[in-house]
């Protein structure tokens, strides 16, 4: 699997933007950018994905380089809820009928404070 | 409500002695899988299941056992704990058609 590198710690206030990077740059032209986090005392959650182009949903949204070698993680407005470590992940398009295996590293602990 | 349910959330038990964590999705999710994670070390993928009665080896499969008789279980089985087996236990479902996985809350083990 293709390796993503993140920083070990960020912090941000509350109701404030923050800005998640992740460095992907042996990334393959079939690697989805996947974005999981795990709030403390529980299971990951899913946040969001994409292939090339920027990516919204309801709980982040998700800037791609145009390269395809880093994407960040957009948090818009955090809240406390938010503070978790947040996971960038790489999954190939072409694993559909074998394994979806997601394969952790050791993410970004956002600390929001209030 | 969509969900993934583990059970027990906790258990101590002794070297030894045989134990199943329980798994269900009510999602009607194809692929089921069960991962591991340590300090230090992160998650790890332990068996996962495409399908009812097709399962397969992770990347530490060793000690363990899961069956898929049904679409919506999966138990994890370890018929003889032992220390280094000591640790927080995740299953995670999936349609074979989103890219998006259901992970449950996590089963902590303590195995003495």
């Known amino acids: 699997d293709a390796k993503t590198t993140q920083p070990n710690s960020m912090e941000s206030n509350e109701e404030e933007p923050v800005h998640l990077p992740c460095n992907h740059s042996?990334?393959?032209?079939?690697?989805?950018i996947h974005w999981y986090r795990q709030l403390p005392s529980q299971g990951p959650e899913y946040v969001i994905h994409?292939?090339?182009s920027n990516v919204n949903n309801r709980m982040a949204s998700l800037a791609i380089a145009e390269d395809r070698k880093s994407s960040t993680l957009i948090l818009h407005r955090a809240t406390l809820r938010d503070a978790a470590v947040y996971y960038c992940i790489l999954r190939d398009l072409n694993s559909g009928g074998s394994n979806y295996k997601l394969t952790f590293g050791k993410g970004t602990l956002l600390t929001v404070n209030p | 409500e969509a969900q993934v349910t583990q059970n027990p959330r906790y258990l101590i038990t002794v070297t030894g002695k045989k134990l199943t964590v329980t798994c269900s999705q009510n999602m009607n999710h194809e692929y089921m899988s069960w991962y591991r994670q340590d300090p230090g070390l992160g998650l790890r993928q332990i068996y996962y299941s495409m399908n009812v009665e097709v399962t397969d080896k992770g990347d530490v499969p060793e000690g363990y056992k899961v069956s898929r008789k049904e679409k919506r279980n999966f138990p994890l089985i370890l018929e003889s704990p032992s220390p280094n087996q000591t640790s927080l236990y995740f299953c995670a479902s999936s349609s074979h058609f989103t890219y998006e996985q259901y992970f449950g809350p996590g089963t902590r083990l303590t195995v003495t």
């Open positions: 994409g292939l090339t």
């Open positions: 042996t990334i393959s032209g079939t690697d989805y």
